[in-house]
């Protein structure tokens, strides 16, 4: 904008309308471009900054050009040019990298169809950018933001406050995992044979981590912050594409369709929790849950189709927990005895206290809440449910169902005291006052 342009001005609107194209181009083709340029400089730190260079050369030439017909290759063509530039000018550079510097040189020379050089690499290259943002050398935490900045397109200030972060100790995050990556000299590829299955594991934990925050935020005023659930949903419908035959994979995927579909009955319009119970299941997403239970009946052909039956994972024994609350149309229709034995063989495959109290709330469902209070008790003792504010949660419903109201009333107190998110803690104040009796 000149100085002499009004805002609104007939100059103005055109490369206003270009500058929220080339926002949307960028949005869809970033991972793919920093994919692309991770490639080829081995550097996923320096993959970024010369994606956001070709950027900012596309917001001064495509408002007066247009857009090319291939955004992705023009960016990354773009940038490959400035990496050669870089290795040029730079007198102390490895010896790699002026060999390096000639290959791109080669490259581009030898291959002038950018397009097609580009749509025959692409998937292994998001793959390969999946499998090194989630590499087990970083900490869980620097895992999840590294792989909503490269993949998710989220600023660092958009990662600090979806998961209630100062802003700096993300950026340190990010910083400190790019570096580690380059010092550790990660290679850009995707893991094969043994190495497969466990990089497989650290891919998903990322983004159910991701999703979880979304679906429930562990502390802050909002019960949900749906964008990360959006994030995370994208990011394991690209993984199921891009590894179309690990079963685990789509189990991960159906899980959260289905936990997805229930968002808009899961908080009243004012931001208040509403239990499973009480939600208003006309309001689940149809698409979602058909979505979900089709990626579960994806993972099971896949499995079926296999000499060796490996059997069902943990994602997609989850999976299929959550079918059986999606099936049901009503509460009472829930097939409980089903979800006991589900939680019972997820027990015996990842065992986990937290799945042992859920493995209780399904126990109770199908065989009363004395039944469900007895392992509730059992697990009263284990160090890492001590500041579980769900622990006391669960054991106060159950006393309460039993009538032992007093009782409830100091659990759900208790569990309000545990937890850091304010809506949660307004749900469980509110249900220890209703624990009250008319004597009190």
Known sequence: MTATDPPNSPQQVPHQASYRTIEAVWSIERARVIAGLTRLTRDVGLAEDLAQEALVAALEKWPKSGVPDNPAAWLTA??????IDLFRRNAVAQRKHSELARELEALEQTSPDLDSTLDNTIG??????????????????SRAALTLRLLGGLTTDEIA??????EP???????????????????????????????????????????????SATAGDDLMRPTLCEDALRLGRILAELTPQETEVHGLVGLMEIQASRTRARVTSTGEPVLLFDQNRAHWDQLLIHRGLTAIERAYKINAARE?????????LQAEIAACHARARTPSETDWPRIVILYTE???LTPSPVIELNRAVAVSMAHGPQAGLTLVDALASEPSLARYHLLPSVRADLLYKLGRHPEARAEFERAAALTRNTRERDLLLARAASCQTPTE
């Open 346 to 348: 997820l027990a015996q």
């Open 161 to 166: 406050r979806a998961f209630l972060t100062p």
């Open 169 to 215: 100790t993300i950026a340190q995050r990010i910083v400190r995992a790019k570096r580690t990556l380059a010092d550790k000299h990660i290679p850009f590829e995707v893991p094969r044979g043994p190495e497969l299955a466990a990089r497989i594991s650290s891919v998903l934990e990322v983004i159910y981590l991701i999703f979880n925050e979304g679906y």
């Open 124 to 141: 292994d290259d998001l793959l390969r950018l999946v499998f090194i943002a989630c590499h087990p050398i970083l900490p869980t935490e």
């Open 308 to 316: 060796t039956n490996s059997g069902s994972g943990p994602y997609l």
């Open 78 to 83: 773009t940038a490959k040019r400035r990496a």
